[in-house]
C-alpha cells in the first residue's frame, strides 16, 4: 500500500477536527475557483470542475460555498483572487523526496511558508527539478470498496485507460495516464460504481520505506506544511507499512 494513500486516509480522519476541517474547506474551495477560472463555470464542458466540485461535496462542503465559488473563478460574481500554481521541491526525514503543490495569490508569503516548515521540520529545500523526476503526472480515482471487487472495478476501467488498481485496505486507488482521468472516472460511472475523488497526482516511481520515528517526522512535516493556506497538495514518496501505520495510531 503505498504511502501517500495511508496518509490521504489517515488525514482524512484527521479533517474531523475542525480547526483542519475549516482548512480543507478553504482549499477545496479555491480548487474549485481556480477550475472555473481555467475551463469555465459549465460542468459539462469543465471536467476538472466537475472533479473539484465532487470532491468538495464529498468532504461535506456546503453547496452554496461551492455554487459561489465557480461564480467568483467564472467571473460572474467580483473578487476572486488571482491564484498562481507553483512546486517546491525538497527532501524530509530519512531522505523522503517533497513536491509540494502551492496555490496562492502571493509568491513570497507562498516560499516563506514552505521553506519555514520544511526547515522547522527536519528537511531541507532542493533545486528545481531535482526531486519533481522521481514523480509522474497520473490520474489517480479512489473507489470506496462498499461491496466492490478489485476485479470489478478493473473491469469496468481497463478499456478506458486504467493501468491498475491498487487495493489500499478500505479503498482501491485507481491509476492512469493523467489525460485518462476522465475517461476512467466516466467509466466507473456508466458501471455504477462510486467514486470518492478523481483527480491528477504525481505519483512516485520509486519509494523510501519509514520506520516508525521517520514517519511520524514525515507527518509532522507534512501537517506543519498543510497548515499554510496556500500549500494546496503535498506529495512524497513515502512507504508506510501497516505495521508501522498501527504503531503510529497506537502512540496517538
Not at 98 to 111: K, S
Request: proline share 3%; charged share 30%; with cysteine.
Amino acid at each position: 500500500m503505498s504511502g501517500h494513500s495511508k496518509w490521504a486516509t489517515t488525514k482524512h480522519k484527521k479533517a474531523a477536527i475542525d480547526a483542519k476541517r475549516a482548512k480543507l474547506f478553504a482549499k477545496l474551495i479555491k480548487n474549485v475557483e481556480v477550475a472555473a477560472r481555467v475551463g469555465g463555470g459549465d460542468i459539462s464542458g469543465n471536467p476538472t470542475l466537475y472533479d473539484a466540485i465532487q470532491k468538495a461535496k464529498k468532504s461535506s462542503v456546503p453547496n452554496d460555498n461551492i455554487d459561489r465559488a465557480v461564480k467568483r473563478g467564472s467571473g460572474e460574481d467580483g473578487g476572486g483572487a488571482d491564484y498562481q500554481t507553483i512546486m517546491y521541491e525538497g527532501y524530509g526525514p530519512q531522505g523522503v523526496a517533497l513536491l509540494i503543490e502551492c496555490l496562492t495569490d502571493n509568491r513570497n508569503r507562498a516560499a516563506s511558508d514552505v521553506r519555514l516548515a520544511v526547515t522547522r521540520n527536519g528537511g531541507n529545500m532542493a533545486d528545481p527539478g531535482s526531486v519533481a523526476y522521481n514523480f509522474s503526472r497520473k490520474g489517480v480515482v479512489v473507489v470506496p470498496k462498499d461491496g466492490t471487487s478489485e476485479d470489478e472495478v478493473l473491469e469496468a476501467t481497463l478499456e478506458a485507460g486504467a493501468e491498475e488498481v491498487n487495493d489500499d485496505g478500505a479503498q482501491f486507488e485507481v491509476l492512469s495516464e493523467a489525460t485518462d482521468l476522465v475517461a476512467v472516472r466516466t467509466a466507473l460511472q456508466d458501471a455504477g460504481i462510486d467514486y470518492d475523488s478523481a483527480e491528477a497526482s504525481f505519483v512516485p516511481s520509486v519509494e523510501v520505506p519509514l520506520d516508525a520515528d521517520g514517519a511520524a517526522k514525515v507527518f509532522r512535516l507534512i501537517d506543519a506544511l498543510e497548515d499554510s493556506d496556500d500549500v494546496q497538495n503535498v506529495y512524497t514518496n513515502a512507504d508506510i507499512s501497516d505495521e508501522v501505520l498501527a504503531a503510529l495510531e497506537d502512540d496517538e
